[in-house]
Every structure is written in C-alpha cells, then in structure tokens.
C-alpha cells in the first residue's frame, strides 16, 4: 500500500454569496496547505495565520477529522508528521472548517488506505460540515452552486466568466458559526422566499456570463443577512457600497463576520480600500485582497520510494 507523502492545498471560500444560503459559494485565492507524512507518533510544524490553532496537538479539527474518519471506517490509526501553512482566517467566515474537514478526511483516505474518489471526499466531508456550499467550492474552486440529494452532495462548478477582484473586511474578533445562525429564523414568508429564488438564479447566471452589473441585485438577500447583520456589525456599514464606484457587490461572508466586497478588475484596490476605511469609520478592520479561484483543490501523492 503506498503511504506516500500527500500534498494538499484547499482555498478559503466565501458561502450564501447574500441569497443562496446553503447552497452557493466562491472559492478564493487564500489557501490552507498540507504536507503528510507518517510518522512514529504526531507532530505538526505550523506556520502562517493562527499558528497557535494549527499547529496544537490538542483541540485539532484537522487531527479530529482524521481520526474519526479512520475510526468510523475501521482503518488502523497512523501517526502523521504534519507541516501545515494557513492563509485562511479561522472563524471569520472564509471557509475555515470546511477546508481543514476536507484536508482531514482526504488524509484518512490516503493513510487509511480507502482509496476514496474526489466525490467521495466531498460527500464525506460536507457530512460533518452539516452543510455542502463550503466543501464544495473548497474542493472544486469556481462559483459552485451544491446540494443534498438523499445522503450524497451533487455539485457543480461555474468558472466565472469574468476576473472580478475580492476584498475580505474582517473585524477583530471571530464569530462562531452556531451563534450567527441561531439569530436566522426558522420560518419565511412566501414573498421572502421567492425573492431569494430569483436573485440565486440571477447571481448565477451574472456569474456564468460576467454581467457584473446585475450582482448587486443578484446578492441582495432576506432570508439571513438582515438577521445576522446584529452579530455582524460590519455589514451594515459596508452594504451601502454594493453597485457603487466599481464595487459589484456586498455580501456577508458565510455566517460572518467578515464581509466580501466583489470590484471591477480595473478598480484600483487602494481606491476600495479607502471606500471600506471610510464607511467602517473607527471599527477596526483587516482588508485582505484576493482573487476567484477557479482550479480544484490540490490533493497530490508523492510515491513512497520517493518520499
């Protein structure tokens, strides 16, 4: 069996992109990589954000996933020498989870020996995820629009049609994911719900064609960001820029806190930048620039003769 050092390289995502909650999200040009190998018992060198979450041997989800996964399965548990770089923010809404639940489970397939496919993967970590839209966009990049059809995700990748540029405004402190939707109500109105119907379509079809000009309707949404937006303070100060000066669009990241802005290609950053600067006023703010990423996760096998 070949037990070979597995490289992986999972970006941050942005999910709900407004009304497509659960279901749509956008994967972006910040990663998470992994480097494994086993070893004769743990050990993790972790380098890049959050040093201190990464790079524990105690209260590791990415060291949790693993074992469950093996455990579940019933494969022999083998030790790993991790080196692990994180460029994805954790608990600001960019897909933290989902990206190290992925990288969990891809590593019990290969070291468990279960030889699992992509789509396989995919199913088994959006299971633990509870939802598919990060996993799915984490695993196969573009604008992915995912589901639930029975116990399997059924996911599918748009490459978007245009380069449009992202903004990420994060405040200083995390918000966990339980608490963001514990203020989303459990019920909606028809008119709410068919509201939301025809922005997803729309975003989608912006998205597969590059009209950037209707994204800032296609993002408007009433089913969670007008409840979340009291635990995510940053959204109501920034949403006023959606479809202004070349920003395309506002949305809440995931469940939040942080905030995505979509601009124009031309759009000089340091110019949305000091948009974002003057609307959150004296909140203070981290704005990461980046990109759509439009390729599939990296998940590559290095041969043990060679390793």
Same mark, same amino acid.
Request: hydrophobic share 45%; with cysteine.
């Given at each position: 069996?070949?037990?070979?050092?597995?490289? @992986?390289?999972?970006?941050? $995502?942005?999910?709900? +992109?407004?009304? *497509?909650?659960?279901?749509?999200?956008?994967?972006?040009?910040?990663?998470?990589?992994?480097?494994?190998?086993?070893?004769?018992?743990?050990?993790?060198?972790?380098?890049?954000?959050?040093?201190?979450?990464?790079?524990? #041997?105690?209260?590791?989800? /990415? +060291?949790?996933?693993?074992?469950? =996964? !093996?455990?579940?399965? *019933?494969?022999?548990?083998?030790?790993?020498?991790?080196? %692990?770089?994180?460029?994805?923010?954790?608990?600001?809404?960019?897909?933290?989870?989902?990206? $190290?639940? #992925?990288?969990?489970?891809?590593? &019990?397939?290969?070291?468990?020996?279960?030889?699992?496919?992509?789509?396989?993967?995919?199913?088994? &970590?959006?299971?633990?995820?509870?939802?598919?839209?990060?996993?799915?966009?984490?695993? +196969?990049?573009?604008?992915?629009?995912?589901?639930?059809?029975?116990?399997?995700?059924?996911?599918?990748? +748009?490459?978007?049609?245009?380069?449009?540029?992202?903004?990420?405004?994060?405040?200083?402190?995390?918000?966990? $994911?339980? /608490?963001?939707?514990?203020?989303?109500?459990?019920?909606?109105?028809?008119?709410?719900?068919?509201?939301? !119907?025809?922005? %997803?379509? !729309?975003?989608?079809?912006?998205?597969? $064609?590059?009209?950037?000009?209707?994204?800032?309707?296609?993002?408007?949404?009433?089913?969670?960001?007008?409840?979340?937006?009291?635990?995510?303070? !940053?959204?109501?100060?920034?949403?006023?820029?959606?479809?202004?000066?070349? %920003?395309?669009?506002? =949305?809440?990241?995931?469940?939040?806190?942080?905030?995505?802005?979509?601009?124009?290609?031309?759009?000089?950053?340091?110019?949305?930048?000091? @948009?974002? @600067?003057?609307?959150?006023?004296?909140?203070?703010?981290?704005?990461?620039?980046?990109?759509?990423?439009?390729?599939?996760?990296?998940?590559?096998?290095?041969?043990?003769?060679?390793?």
């Amino acid at each position: 069996m070949n037990k070979g050092r597995l490289h @992986l390289r999972l970006p941050a $995502t942005s999910a709900n +992109l407004g009304p *497509g909650f659960d279901a749509l999200a956008l994967a972006l040009t910040l990663y998470l990589e992994i480097e494994a190998v086993p070893g004769k018992e743990y050990g993790i060198r972790a380098s890049g954000r959050n040093v201190d979450v990464c790079g524990s #041997l105690e209260r590791n989800l /990415l +060291l949790f996933t693993y074992k469950k =996964t !093996l455990e579940k399965y *019933g494969a022999e548990e083998v030790p790993l020498a991790l080196e %692990v770089r994180n460029g994805i923010p954790l608990g600001m809404g960019c897909g933290s989870s989902a990206a $190290t639940r #992925l990288a969990g489970v891809a590593l &019990a397939s290969h070291f468990g020996g279960f030889g699992w496919d992509r789509s396989r993967i995919l199913t088994e &970590a959006s299971r633990l995820e509870g939802h598919p839209d990060n996993t799915a966009a984490c695993w +196969l990049g573009g604008f992915t629009v995912a589901c639930w059809k029975g116990d399997e995700v059924e996911a599918v990748s +748009l490459t978007p049609r245009a380069s449009w540029q992202a903004l990420v405004v994060m405040p200083q402190n995390p918000l966990p $994911t339980t /608490l963001s939707r514990k203020v989303v109500p459990e019920t909606f109105s028809r008119a709410d719900v068919v509201a939301n !119907l025809q922005r %997803v379509a !729309l975003l989608t079809a912006a998205f597969a $064609t590059g009209h950037g000009e209707m994204l800032a309707t296609g993002v408007e949404d009433r089913l969670h960001q007008p409840y979340r937006a009291e635990v995510c303070p !940053l959204l109501k100060m920034l949403l006023p820029l959606s479809g202004k000066d070349d %920003v395309l669009s506002v =949305t809440l990241s995931g469940a939040g806190p942080s905030v995505l802005l979509l601009v124009q290609p031309g759009f000089h950053i340091d110019a949305a930048k000091k @948009l974002v @600067l003057q609307h959150t006023k004296d909140e203070p703010v981290e704005i990461i620039e980046c990109g759509m990423q439009v390729n599939a996760a990296l998940c590559r096998v290095e041969d043990a003769a060679t390793s």
